[in-house]
T-cell receptor, first 112, second 113 residues
Framework: SAVISQKPSRDICQRGTSLTIQCQVDSQVTMMFWYRQQPGQSLTLIATANQGSEATYESGFVIDKFPISRPNLTFSTLTVSNMSPEDSSIYLC?????????FGPGTRLLVL | QKEVEQDPGPLSVPEGAIVSLNCTYSNSAFQYFMWYRQYSRKGPELLMYTYSSGNKEDGRFTAQVDKSSKYISLFIRDSQPSDSATYLCAMSLMNTGFQKLVFGTGTRLLVSP
């Protein structure tokens, strides 16, 4: 299996600021994924991050709002930029490892 | 209309009951069907996945896919309080496999002792 850790586990931020979320996996993986889980809504894929190339964003998500870095095969960051209360959510990273998609514990973000 | 519909619950059952969790979907191109369990303040963990129609059993859990009706189910036998969690169905296309998953909203299950 793949074990994923995320930092921070939770944060409370002021509107207009930015937060960078870190994701570390214990195995080398080609693709890492970032999801958003809002209350009462389904997990929604934000983007796919491949090492050595630009992230691929899903419809409704843009790089200026959610810049992603993928410096190596075990690490990625997601930045939530210029935050508003609507960005309050749980952000999860995931990886596909041996035909299973594993998820991190999530980062709970509250924007005031 | 959402691609994947799932009753949010909560679904409350006594210990030992048989639980049935269901999802419907609209995209007939979905080929992979998964069930994830998510405990409070944790990330989702894969319970089972199936490819194509039919049943798959793993211990107390049975996953069922009916592609003609675009309907999938997860049955839990002899439910335990430790089964209390949110259950998410997820699906994907043949060409994306286990990568780009489309999730239901999740059904919260409460099993009382």
């Amino acid at each position: 299996s793949a074990v994923i850790s995320q930092k921070p586990s939770r944060d409370i931020c002021q509107r207009g600021t930015s937060l960078t979320i870190q994701c570390q996996v214990d195995s080398q993986v080609t693709m890492m994924f970032w999801y958003r889980q809002q209350p009462g809504q389904s997990l929604t894929l934000i983007a796919t991050a491949n090492q050595g190339s630009e992230a691929t964003y899903e419809s409704g998500f843009v790089i200026d709002k959610f810049p992603i870095s993928r410096p190596n095969l075990t690490f990625s960051t997601l930045t939530v930029s210029n935050m508003s209360p609507e960005d309050s959510s749980i952000y999860l990273c995931s990886v596909v490892y041996q035909e299973t998609q594993y998820f991190g514990p999530g980062t709970r973000l509250l924007v005031l | 209309q959402k691609e994947v519909e799932q009753d949010p619950g909560p679904l409350s059952v006594p210990e030992g009951a048989i639980v049935s969790l269901n999802c419907t979907y609209s995209n007939s191109a979905f080929q992979y069907f998964m069930w994830y369990r998510q405990y409070s303040r944790k990330g989702p963990e894969l319970l089972m996945y199936t490819y194509s129609s039919g049943n798959k059993e793993d211990g107390r859990f049975t996953a069922q896919v009916d592609k003609s009706s675009k309907y999938i189910s997860l049955f839990i036998r002899d439910s335990q309080p430790s089964d209390s969690a949110t259950y998410l169905c997820a699906m994907s296309l043949m060409n994306t496999g286990f990568q780009k998953l489309v999730f239901g909203t999740g059904t919260r299950l409460l099993v009382s002792p």
